[in-house]
T-cell receptor, first 120, second 111 residues
């Protein structure tokens, strides 16, 4: 059981280049998320997908686009990379994101291993 | 949005010591999770605890939602407990629980 798999693990880009971070989960989860982590800070939500076919902005969406390709896969695209996008990116999933039965744990996040992106 | 404050920001313990990490949040929440980020960067969920108390081995957590805080207890600490501990909270809005993370408590356990 692989859980949440992200690729690539490391990437160096030049300013203005584009790239896509891939994320796949094999837990049949409905909700998927992209976070970024910067030094000395917690994680900040970029985009999320509450269920297949839907996506929505998080706290820091500028400069990014996402695609929920199917239930398993959620990709993050940088169309024109900027040095401010240098960060570690984490994909996560949860069984649900809207579970009102708060004793069930269906909202628990499982994270991928992270992708370290450097923009020069 | 909800503000999350964690304390202390840094903590150094000798192996075998106990510790308490605190998470304060600014508004009502119905989703609170504790995570451990190990020195290699992997984030692991420790507890899903919107209210009440849970225990898992040497770790336990308590959330008092009405007073807007949660505590993570680590007993008999081991070097493998080193890393950063994050608290994350959310208020269900009808579509998804968008967790807001604190800035973490960095724990170093020494021999």
């Amino acid at each position: 059981n692989a859980g949440v798999t992200q690729t690539p693990k490391f990437q160096v880009l030049k300013t203005g280049q584009s790239m896509t971070l891939q994320c796949a989960q094999d837990m049949n989860h409905n909700s998927m998320y992209w976070y970024r982590q910067d030094p000395g800070m917690g994680l900040r939500l970029i985009y999320y997908s509450a269920s297949e076919g839907t996506t929505d902005k998080g706290e820091v969406p500028n400069g990014y686009n996402v695609s929920r390709l199917n239930k398993r896969e959620f990709s993050l695209r940088l169309e024109s990379a900027a040095p401010s996008q240098t960060s570690v990116y984490f994909c996560a999933s949860s069984e649900r994101g809207d579970n009102r039965d708060f004793s069930s744990g269906a909202n628990v996040l499982t994270f991928g291993a992270g992708s370290r992106l450097t923009v020069l | 949005g909800i503000q999350v404050e964690q304390s202390p920001p840094d903590l150094i313990l000798q192996e075998g010591a106990n510790s308490t990490l605190r998470c304060n949040f600014s508004d009502s929440v119905n989703n609170l999770q504790w995570f451990h980020q190990n020195p290699w960067g992997q984030l692991i969920n420790l507890f899903y605890i919107p209210s009440g108390t849970k225990q898992n081995g040497r770790l336990s957590a308590t959330t008092v939602a009405t007073e807007r805080y949660s505590l993570l207890y680590i007993s008999s600490s081991q070097t493998t407990d080193s890393g950063v501990y994050f608290c994350a909270v959310a208020l269900y809005t009808g579509t998804a629980s968008k967790l807001t993370f604190g800035t973490g408590t960095r724990l170093q356990v020494t021999l």
